[in-house]
Every structure is written in structure tokens, then in C-alpha cells.
């Protein structure tokens, strides 16, 4: 797997941490490589100091020819006694050459035997006594020569212009390494502490930053394939280019949403027209033979039936006859239907009507009915919604279960309440619920909310679907005190 391809919330993070651990390598490599040069450099100069220090005790020993004082000179520095050659810090050696590049005197005699030429003490000091030909001593230098763990530090002694020899100093480059090792491992663990603190605070900072940008990849998939969440306002609530980026986004959502609501109402309106064409032609075929067969009722009813049984199926007929009417009126929502008005009998037969289904599913009906005289409402159009919602409750809900109807009157306004405790449906689903042929429905064509929504608008009234403590309740509010004209 290519590392590139990682996700932004481990990319980040990681990268960011790569670069905090790479940095403080960096910084800690110049500044141990800064600490040895100056460590150095304060060898050197304190070497300096010393020797410039001893030149002219040196000097004096020498034009009296008093080796041992010489030798007190050079020794008492390093304190041979006490520490040895090897102290830290110190120099290995200090010899006095004179001018012929012969030993004089020499703080570790054993090192540099008095009298002996200085080349003969090793190839180091063969090079260094080279050196001293070449420039004559003139001047104080530091020499080191390659693959050699020592530094030379020579000084001319001299005065008034007289040269009597040079002072050597032996150093060597390991002697300041016990405190630089000391120093660098302070800086390690200074190092660690603050990689401690970092990295915890970029792992989080780059998480953070990342988060948006993955929600907003995953709502960017979904579009097209199905409709996406806005995103959360407060995961990010800066104004830069990733907060643009999120107002954008959540633009282009609210737009998508309005044009897929366009296209849906659109979709309603091309289905309820071809419906209203449909129903139209039903009803032309129906009502035909419809009159026919209802005027030949009456004219059968003009003449003398004796037979029980005969007058009896005639009723029977024109009832069902008339209820074939009513139903075609109220499937045509848009013509002008005449009926009389709603009274509390009209409510108590839709009970009767209803009461077989709700028993046949074992159901508990919850019914409360104010109404008390008549109402100004077309009775027809309100009894068929009141079945409509009731048959629709008897449907949806649970076998064993409850169903509640409440109807009453107030301020003018006859109020209608149908709950049952069957399964609950989705705000997606609720937006299709007063649709022809709704999906939705289970059970026959799916053509009783959408009856029921147009007569309630008919009236001039409002219908809800809601979800209230675990039930599906429809509401009906219908300005009572007006007929349709």
C-alpha cells in the first residue's frame, strides 16, 4: 500500500510527527557539533592563557641554564603528583625545547627525556618540530596532525626580541569529552521531554484538522447515491479555506434538496393528472348505467310490490346503488358534491360500519364522539374520511392492539384525532404518505389517505400525521358553520 494513499487522519498526524522528531534531531546534531567546536576553542584558549603565563618564568630558567626551576615551572600546573598525565581538562605534557629542537626540561620527564631530540619522541613530534623550522617559532599556533589523537600548542619563548626555544603544549582531544558527553545528555533528555510534549499535541492538532476533511469526503460519496447529511456547523467553525469549504458544501446540499423536492412535486402533479384523467373516465363509464340502474329502482318502486322478499332486495339494490354514487363523488374530489349536514348519527354510523374489521383483528377501540346535533359540513365527504382513517388505523395496527378515534366540536372547527400503536413510519416515508398509490400501503390500492387528504382540502381544512407516544396519529381540522356551493 502506498503511504501517499493513507487517509488525511493518519497522514497528518504522521507526517506532522516525522517532521517534529526530524527537527529535533536536527537541531540537536548543530547544537552538540556547536558545543564540541566552542569546547575546543576553550581548550585552546585557556592553553593560551597558560602558556603565555609560564613564557616568561621559562625564560628566565633558561638564561640561567636552571633546568630544575624549568621543570618546576611547566609541572606545577598539571600537579603530576596528584592527578597523573591523563586528568581531564589538563594537558598531557608541557616541554621546553630550545632552539636546536632538544628537550630542556618537561613536566613528565618519562614522556620527553631531557637532552633528547624532539623528533625522536614520535612521528607526531618529528612533524611538529618540522613545523617549527619552517616558521621558526615566531609566532603562537595550534597544530594537529592527521589520525592523531592530539593537539600541539607551541609558544616562541622569548623577550626583548631574544629567542631561547619553544614551549609545547601536549593536548589531547578526548581530554574535554567526559563534560561534552555530560552536557549532550542533558540535551537528549531535554530532547525527549519536549518530543514528549509534541508529539501528543501534533497527533491531536492533526487529527483535528483532518476530521473535517473525512466527514466531508464520506457526505461527498453519498451524493448521487443517496441524500447526504449536513455537515455538523461546530466540528469546524474557523473561516478559512476548510471552512468555506464546509459553507460550499452545505450550499450545494440545501440546493440538491430544493431541486429533488421541485422534481418530486413535478413527479405528484404529472401522477395526480393522470389520475384525474382516469377517474374522470371511471366515473363517465360508471355513472351511466349508474342513472339507469337508479331510475329503474324508482320505477320499480312506483308499482305495487306485494312480494317481502322482492321489495326487500330493492331496498337493498338502491342502497347499494347509492353508495356506489357517494363513492364514485367522493373519488372525484373536485366535483361539487351536495349532501346534507353532518350530524351525530353520521358519526356513530361510521362506528357501526368499522366495528366488524376492528373486531375481526381483535382490536380495542378508544372512541369519544362531542358532537352534538348537526354541523354545518357535508356529511358524505366527512363520513368517508372518517372511515378512510379508520380502516387505515384498523390496517396498520398490531394484532391484539389499540386504536383511538376522538371527535368533537370547538371554536368552530370540527376537530378529528385517529391513533393506533402499529409500526411507525420515517420522515422519509411521511413525505410520500398523501400520495395516489402510495408504496406505503399494505394493503388495497393506496388511494384512501390521498382521497382523504384532497376532501379535507376540499373543505378547507388541515390534515397532519405525526408520532406521539409510540402511535401514529392523523389529526383533521375542518371549519365548521359553511357548506360547499
Given amino acids: 500500500m502506498n503511504p501517499l494513499d493513507l487517509s488525511y487522519r493518519h497522514k497528518i498526524p504522521l507526517w506532522g510527527g516525522l517532521l517534529v522528531v526530524m527537527t529535533a534531531f536536527a537541531v540537536s546534531a548543530v547544537l552538540m557539533v556547536q558545543t564540541y567546536e566552542e569546547m575546543e576553542d576553550d581548550l585552546v584558549i585557556d592553553t593560551a592563557t597558560l602558556a603565555e603565563a609560564l613564557a616568561p618564568e621559562v625564560f628566565a630558567a633558561m638564561v640561567n641554564g636552571n633546568i630544575w626551576r624549568a621543570y618546576d615551572v611547566v609541572s606545577t600546573p598539571l600537579d603530576r603528583k596528584r592527578s597523573g598525565p591523563n586528568l581531564p581538562g589538563k594537558a598531557e605534557n608541557i616541554i621546553v625545547v630550545d632552539n636546536n629542537m632538544q628537550v630542556f626540561a618537561a613536566a613528565f620527564p618519562r614522556l620527553a627525556r631531557v637532552g633528547a631530540d624532539l623528533e625522536t619522541l614520535g612521528p607526531e613530534f618529528t612533524a611538529i618540530a618540522n613545523q617549527l623550522r619552517v616558521n621558526a617559532g615566531s609566532s603562537e599556533s595550534v597544530s594537529s596532525i592527521p589520525d592523531s589523537p592530539r593537539l600541539f600548542y607551541t609558544m616562541p619563548i622569548a623577550d626583548q626580541g631574544a629567542r631561547l626555544g619553544t614551549l609545547v603544549v601536549v593536548l589531547r582531544k578526548s581530554s574535554f569529552m567526559p563534560r561534552f558527553f555530560e552536557i549532550a545528555r542533558y540535551g537528549v533528555v531535554a530532547a525527549v521531554v519536549l518530543l514528549g510534549l509534541l508529539l ?163 382490536l380495542h377501540l378508544d372512541w369519544h364522539n362531542d358532537v352534538v346535533g ?112
Fill in 200 to 362: 501528543p499535541f501534533n497527533w491531536y492538532w492533526g487529527r483535528r484538522m483532518a476530521e473535517p476533511l473525512v466527514q466531508l469526503t464520506e457526505r461527498m460519496r453519498e451524493v448521487g447515491t443517496q441524500s447526504p447529511k449536513e455537515l455538523d456547523p461546530s466540528l469546524y467553525t474557523h473561516r478559512d479555506e476548510i471552512g468555506s469549504l464546509f459553507m460550499t458544501y452545505n450550499r450545494m446540499l440545501a440546493e440538491l434538496k430544493e431541486k429533488g423536492e421541485l422534481e418530486r412535486q413535478v413527479m405528484q402533479a404529472d401522477r395526480l393528472a393522470a389520475l384525474g384523467q382516469l377517474a374522470a373516465g371511471v366515473a363517465h363509464e360508471i355513472n351511466n348505467p349508474l342513472g339507469g340502474m337508479l331510475m329503474a329502482i324508482d320505477t320499480l318502486k312506483g308499482r305495487s310490490i306485494t312480494d317481502l322478499r322482492t321489495a326487500k332486495t330493492i331496498a337493498l339494490l338502491e342502497r347499494g346503488l347509492d353508495q356506489i354514487k357517494e363513492t364514485v363523488g367522493a373519488l372525484l374530489v373536485e366535483a361539487k358534491v351536495k349532501s346534507r349536514s353532518l350530524s351525530e348519527r353520521d358519526i356513530e354510523d361510521v362506528l357501526v360500519l368499522v366495528l366488524p374489521q376492528v373486531h375481526k383483528k381483535g
Fill in 374 to 485: 348537526e354541523v354545518a359540513l357535508p356529511a358524505t365527504l366527512v363520513r368517508q374520511v372518517l372511515i378512510n382513517l379508520l380502516l387505515n388505523a384498523t390496517h396498520a395496527a398490531a394484532p391484539q392492539g389499540q386504536i383511538a378515534c376522538n371527535v368533537h366540536v370547538s371554536e368552530d372547527q370540527l376537530r378529528v384525532k385517529v391513533a393506533n400503536d402499529g409500526r411507525l413510519i420515517t420522515d422519509e416515508q411521511m413525505g410520500h404518505l398523501f400520495e395516489p398509490f402510495s408504496p406505503l400501503s399494505e394493503e388495497g390500492h393506496g388511494l384512501g389517505l390521498w382521497v382523504t387528504y384532497q376532501i379535507v382540502h376540499q373543505l378547507g381544512g388541515t390534515i397532519t400525521a405525526s408520532r406521539e407516544g409510540g402511535c401514529m396519529q392523523f389529526a383533521v381540522q375542518l371549519p365548521a358553520g359553511r357548506m360547499p356551493t
